[in-house]
């Protein structure tokens, strides 16, 4: 990257690819340069045309770096919730017969005997997170260098991937001039971007209403613990409204950012519009509530399967209610409308960052801030992977080490988760984040214990 404390932040969304360079300085994002343009070579969140999508790509990321006057090498890219697992992983290593101190390559070595499993040959290591480390039986750890000790255990939680998603994500930036310097999974920085500390520690659920699928994720004890997403997104509720209103696709689109509203109760019956309508002469009159009763059905059908999947794991019984993201969420009325069909309180979130105040811009941001969160003792983890992280940390040199090839012959690792055609309309912002108590002992079965 240009400068040692510069990110650049990736998000390759289905209907956008947008870039944005930030200097992060004392634990403040400035953001110095944007770049967006609309996605080609993409489906439901997944890249089905590298070429395409790397064209894209390159023109996003130059965009950015004139108007940041810096040169981009390096990017941080996320990785949708598409197929996610996480899984609890645990690693052991002996780091010497008698007390030593615990060194970085220690670090790098129990995190390796944690990826030492059997993974199917489909999936892919996105990354590892520390949850603790322990010394001679003495837990709770988050940086054991320096500390002296005989036995060095690790816990933490392991992310994999589909290796198609992986593998053409990196051609993709490959293929349009620059490197990857870090995969971070887009709810896990969702989770640290948009949640405040107590939010993310009593647990709450992330909505990402994207234009490709739409996406939950339930942060927890500040850690992502269940992702479910929906192949329906903002695109599928503009193809309705194109349908309906046998419009084209662009006018869909402009009369869904101009006139929708995503409660029709809200909706007025006197306000209307021109729509052009496709083979006539003369426009058509369309009213408000009309329009807000198609936007409304798709998104009520979204919601309700989020809504099923977050059920079956008890996660709407988490206090910290339900924050809504994504280019959709800056719909009038979404928040009601999903507050209605959840039954808890949801409240949509916006950056503040100057100029980027809208919802779309969330995820671009949240991989700058997680990407600059990271500490020394993440990136030494990360070293372990295939693709370790590239970031630039305070004032010296890239900080990445080798990766470790492999674990020290003592090491014990121990074992270890659309219809196409419009929805028929029916009916089904609350910002208040009431506590709700005594039901954190149910609270996602075993898994969360």
């Known amino acids: 990257m240009g400068s040692q404390d510069i990110y650049v932040g990736l998000d390759i969304g ?6 944005i360079a930030a200097e992060v300085s004392a634990g403040q994002m400035h953001v110095i340069g944007v770049g967006s343009q609309r996605a080609d070579g993409l489906s439901r969140g997944v890249i089905v045309d590298i070429d395409k999508a790397a064209a894209t790509v390159k023109a996003a990321l130059e965009q950015a770096a004139r108007k940041a006057s810096i040169s981009i090498e390096r990017v941080v890219v996320g990785v949708p919730a598409s197929m996610l697992q996480i899984e609890q992983v ?30 199917p040959p489909e999936r892919e290591v996105l990354s590892i997170s520390p949850d603790e480390f322990i010394v001679d039986g003495f837990d709770g750890i988050k940086d054991p260098r320096g500390m002296i000790g005989v036995r060095l255990e690790m816990k933490g939680l ?16 490959e293929k349009a001039g620059y490197k990857v310097a870090a995969f971070i999974t887009d709810p896990q920085a969702l989770g640290k971007y948009v949640l ?3 939010e993310q520690d009593f647990g709450t659920i992330v909505v990402d209403l994207g234009g490709g699928q739409s996406t939950a994720a339930v942060i927890h004890d500040h850690k992502l613990k269940f992702t ?5 997104g903002g695109d599928l509720i ?41 083979g006539k002469q003369n426009p058509a009159t369309i009213s408000e509530k009309y329009l807000s ?15 099923k999947s977050l059920k079956q794991v008890n996660a709407l019984d988490l206090p910290g209610g339900i924050v809504v993201t994504g280019g959709d969420a800056a719909l009038p009325g979404v928040a009601q409308l999903a507050s209605d069909i959840f039954g808890r309180d949801v409240k949509v979130f916006i950056p503040n960052e100057v100029g980027l105040r809208h919802p779309a811009f969330t995820l671009a941001l949240a991989l700058i801030n997680d990407a600059a969160s990271m500490t020394d003792v993440d990136i030494l983890v990360s ?4 693709t370790p992280v590239n970031l630039p940390k305070g004032t010296s040199s890239q900080q990445t080490a080798a990766p470790v090839q492999q674990a020290a012959a003592d090491s014990q690792p121990q074992p270890a988760e659309r219809s196409e055609q419009p929805a028929a309309p029916t009916k089904s912002e609350d910002d208040s984040g009431k506590p709700k108590q005594s039901i954190f002992k149910k609270l996602f079965g075993t898994f969360f214990e």
């Open 196 to 198: 405040s500390d107590g």
């Open 158 to 173: 392991l992310f994999t991937s589909p290796k198609t998603v992986v593998h053409n994500i990196t051609r993709t930036v």
């Open 293 to 307: 009763e198609i936007i409304e059905a798709r998104l009520t059908q979204i919601f309700e399967r989020l809504d």
């Open 90 to 119: 645990s690693g052991m290593i002996t780091v010497a017969e008698t007390s030593k101190e615990i060194t970085d390559e220690d670090v790098q070595r129990v995190a390796a005997t944690a990826l030492t499993r059997n993974l």
């Open 238 to 278: 503009t193809h309705d409204i194109s349908v309906v209103l046998n419009t084209s696709f662009a006018d869909a689109e402009r009369l869904k950012r101009e006139y929708g509203n995503a409660d029709s109760l809200a909706a007025s019956e006197e306000q209307t519009f021109p729509v052009t309508v496709v």
């Open 383 to 386: 070293s372990a992977l295939n």
């Open 14 to 19: 289905t209907t956008s690819i947008k870039a």
């Open 228 to 232: 479910t997403e929906d192949l329906e």
